[in-house]
């Protein structure tokens, strides 16, 4: 059976169960029996069910075989109508099973604006139509365009034709469905023309006589193209016995897995092990709806289709390297959103790609090879359908060998509900290794009002981000590559932000600014200094590359295999993009990696949070920096993040600070607990991707900005931020086997904080009559940046200290800044900025003044 169980597809029919004990027969065309298996379900209407393996609906199939089949119909459609004819032409679908298929249908036509019906009512959008279907699950069909014209007839000057209406479902069995349509419609909007096209053509001799009928009784053409033409031959009793047959089976399941809830579903996940998904922010284009539900527009589908690579480039590169089988899983009415996502993954991957969607509809599984359903999942509704809660269910997904399962919503359906332990999320887990979440915004037309949904998994989901932009990335905002990181931050590359270093200083001190609100000059390196950081990093690579082994090892280990990394402009950014790339290396895990702006006394940029809220499960956010120093930046974290919770009602962040190194005892997750040279703390935009410090300035960040930052395009011939990482990087391979036994024994142990370095910045800053910790810049990595950007005051060297200390030197003399060597420093250095600063205190020179 196609998606399936590979292999079996040629070798027994998906039909013979059902065949062999009801009676029924498939009788048609030699492609039928490859095309359409046999099921049961429990429907007092119509026991059996016609399964498509080219529907994309139950069963997996390549997603470019679903669409195919759909375009190709589209074509013959237009061949049949006419280049002219084609071009007046409207599609109408119906829900749920051929809302895709009719899209494609519309897309093989080319220029033909698309509807579908829809079981979701939308306040304020004037209903076109509706109707009945008979023999389905769910009958109730609304049409709901937001052109109140579209489904409008002939308007008199469309030539002799007119506009033509083509209907599409996925089978053509009784007609009455799409025939109850032709009339309801006609009655409001004739026309001389419809076409009706299905998969296949499944009318009994006696129904096919009644097409010519109808368009004699309504006074119009009627065509009808199908890709398969057959009947289905039913006994006497088909519906009693059938009945009879899945009543048996239920009871059977049952007794044989009194565990499981249903029959035939697969064991669900232990409720207190739920596993999170992995979110995938497409950047669905803004102006393209979701589906068909209230139209979709020739000018809808040229902006789509030129936006669908660079959204499954996306998709790729969460699923990693190395997936053999991915399932691309659709939504009920979704299916056209997830089928084009799926077909363009098909394209870019080499792994096998399928697609299928949930649905509504009950059906009886029978784990054989000769039945069309073998397994089900079952969850409930999760986007407060109008008719009330009620199971939902996905076909032949458990059993289906899928490495990685990328699952389509829409916002609408992006709930609590989909997320809990009876979710459709912890339903998928047990049968695949990972599973992706991408969610498609719900297209509502403008002054309309969506359904509303329950409680979502993130409460704000739905509202403030759609006014916050997507990441900045590089090329156009930094040097490093798009897929490294994400900036939520704002391009102030424009704006004049930089003041000397003593005017900063003293404005500072005196209370006359913030630091955020302004930028240092940025510091050019001498030609002796860059000699000296590319030896540092020749000296240090091993041990960097050791300490990003440890950190993400212990990051995986304990939040889970795909944390979202979230590293704190600017000095933590670089380790947050060696740590996606430990991941990837060796694990096959494209991590997300945002970079966002924290303000000492300012706190944390909360749009960007609530941009993280609404793309990704907060709990899988794991904040990243590159050293700690006393820790302050770690408490401003945690008391900004309490802030965040209790004004905007999100939950779920974790404060906690992964860092690459932390000498101050600050955090419990670390590389190392050494003061070392990291060669990243050696320069400052040069090395970080040629970004600036962040600003933070009421003049140029408003309520619902980003905070700011500045792109050095003009410093690319000194940027060696690509230098950094590819030396580290390259030195992944022999730290591994230490950073495995390194992880193995900091998993077991007490890594509680110590706060060893606020205790001794706290006793520094008396007894050097500072009375000022914030003064104090413990460590290798704050000492740099005193000397870079503040005016340094003395700097306090552990006696002793030997390579880690060159560089540090090297800029005190060039500063004229004294190196006091101590002992008992749990740093290997500390940098004092001068205390109660003001111009006055340097001389002529602009040198540092030491106090007497």
């Known amino acids: 059976m196609a998606g399936q169980r590979r292999g079996t597809a040629n070798v027994v029919w998906s039909g013979s169960w059902v065949a062999e004990r009801l009676g029924v027969e498939l009788v048609g065309d030699a492609e039928l029996r490859e095309l359409l298996g046999l099921a049961l379900r429990r429907n007092p209407k119509r026991a059996h069910l016609l399964v498509s393996n080219v529907l994309g609906k139950h069963v997996p199939q390549r997603p470019s075989v679903v669409y195919g089949a759909g375009v190709e119909l589209g074509r013959r459609v237009r061949d049949l109508l006419g280049v002219a004819g084609a071009r007046q032409a409207v599609v109408l679908g119906y829900a749920e099973t051929a809302t895709g298929l009719g899209h494609a249908v519309a897309d093989g036509l080319g220029t033909a604006p698309y509807l579908h019906s829809t079981r979701r009512p939308v306040e304020g959008v004037a209903q076109a139509g509706g109707f009945e279907e008979s023999h389905s699950h769910a009958t109730s069909h609304l049409l709901l365009p937001e052109d109140p014209d579209l489904l409008a007839g002939d308007p008199g000057d469309e030539g002799p034709e007119g506009a033509t209406l083509v209907l599409v479902d996925d089978e053509f069995s009784t007609g009455n469905t799409v025939l109850n349509t032709i009339r309801a419609l006609h009655e409001r909007y004739p026309r001389k023309r419809y076409v009706i096209v299905a998969l296949v053509d499944m009318r009994s001799p006696a129904d096919r006589g009644r097409l010519a009928e109808f368009a004699e009784e309504i006074g119009a053409r009627v065509d009808l193209v199908a890709r398969n033409t057959g009947t289905v031959r039913l006994p006497e009793g088909i519906l009693e016995s059938g009945q009879k047959l899945v009543a048996e089976q239920e009871a059977a399941q049952q007794a044989a897995q009194p565990p499981v809830g249903w029959p035939g579903e697969a064991p669900r996940p232990p409720r207190d092990l739920p596993r999170p998904c992995t979110r995938i922010d497409l950047q669905w284009p803004a102006a393209v709806p979701d589906g068909g539900r209230h139209g979709f527009t020739p000018a809808h589908r040229a902006l789509l289709e030129p936006a669908l690579p660079a959204m499954a480039e996306r998709i790729a590169q969460a699923l990693g390297e190395r997936p053999r089988r991915v399932l691309v899983l659709g939504f009920e009415e979704l299916m056209y959103a997830p089928l084009r996502l799926g077909a363009a993954l098909e394209e870019r991957i080499d792994a096998e790609v399928r697609y299928s969607t949930t649905t509504r509809s009950p059906v009886l599984a029978v784990d054989d090879p000769g039945y069309a359903i073998r397994t089900r999942l079952v969850f409930p509704a999760h986007d407060a359908p109008a008719d009330g809660p009620g199971d939902r269910y996905a076909y032949n997904v458990a059993g289906g060998d899928f490495d990685a399962v990328v699952l389509v919503v829409d916002s609408t359906a992006d709930t609590r509900a989909l997320h809990d332990h009876r979710g459709l999320v912890q339903q998928l887990t047990p049968h695949t290794a990972h599973v992706l979440l991408a969610v498609v915004p719900s297209y509502v037309p403008p002054g309309a009002t969506a359904a509303e949904p329950s409680p979502s998994y993130v409460p704000q989901r739905q509202e403030e981000p759609s006014m916050l932009p997507e990441p900045l990335r590089g090329p156009a905002f930094s040097s490093y590559a798009p897929d490294e990181v994400g900036w939520l931050l704002q391009d102030l590359s424009d704006t004049q932000l930089e003041a000397p270093t003593e005017e900063r200083e003293e404005a500072i001190q005196s209370g006359g600014a913030h630091y955020a609100e302004s930028l240092p000059v940025e510091y050019q390196p001498s030609e002796e200094y860059q000699d000296l950081f590319k030896a540092a990093l020749d000296l240090s690579a091993a041990r960097i590359a050791r300490a990003v082994g440890t950190v993400t090892e212990t990051v995986l280990a304990e939040r889970g295999p795909r944390p979202v990394l979230v590293s704190l402009a600017r000095a933590g950014t670089p380790v947050g993009v060696l740590m996606r790339r430990w991941a990837r290396l060796r694990h096959g895990a494209e991590l997300p990696h945002y970079a966002v702006s924290i303000v000492r006394g300012r ?13 990704h499960d907060p709990a899988d956010v794991v904040f990243v920096d590159g050293w700690t120093g006393k820790g302050a930046i770690t408490r401003e974290l945690a008391a900004a993040i309490a802030e965040f919770e209790e004004s905007e009602g999100i939950q779920g962040f974790n404060p906690e600070i992964a860092v690459l190194a932390d000498p101050g005892g600050c955090v419990r997750t670390y590389g190392t607990r050494e003061d070392f040279l990291i060669p990243s703390a050696c320069l400052n935009s040069t090395v970080s991707g040629l970004i600036s410090r962040t600003v933070l300035r009421s003049d140029l960040v408003g309520p619902d900005d980003f905070h700011g930052a500045k792109f050095y395009r003009e410093l690319a011939g000194s940027d060696v931020s690509g230098h950094f990482l590819d030396t580290v990087t390259d030195r992944f391979g022999e730290a591994a086997p230490a950073v495995d036994a390194e992880v193995k024994e900091l998993l077991t142990a007490d890594r509680a904080p110590t706060w060893e370095g606020w205790a001794a910045v706290e006793r520094i800053s ?85 106090s007497k």
């Open 766 to 850: 008396e007894e050097y009559g500072i009375h000022d910790v914030n003064l104090v810049k413990p460590g290798v990595g704050e000492t740099t940046r005193v000397l870079l950007r503040r005016v340094p005051w003395k700097i306090l060297a552990k006696r002793g200290a030997g390579a880690d200390l060159e560089h540090i030197r090297l800029l005190a003399q060039q500063r004229g800044v004294p190196v006091e060597e101590v002992d008992e420093l749990p740093y290997t250095c500390v940098g004092l900025i001068h205390p109660k600063y003001t111009r006055g205190a340097t001389g002529a020179d602009g040198r540092a003044v030491e």
């Open 603 to 615: 706190g944390i940029d909360a749009n960007a949070l609530r941009w993280l809220a609404a793309h």
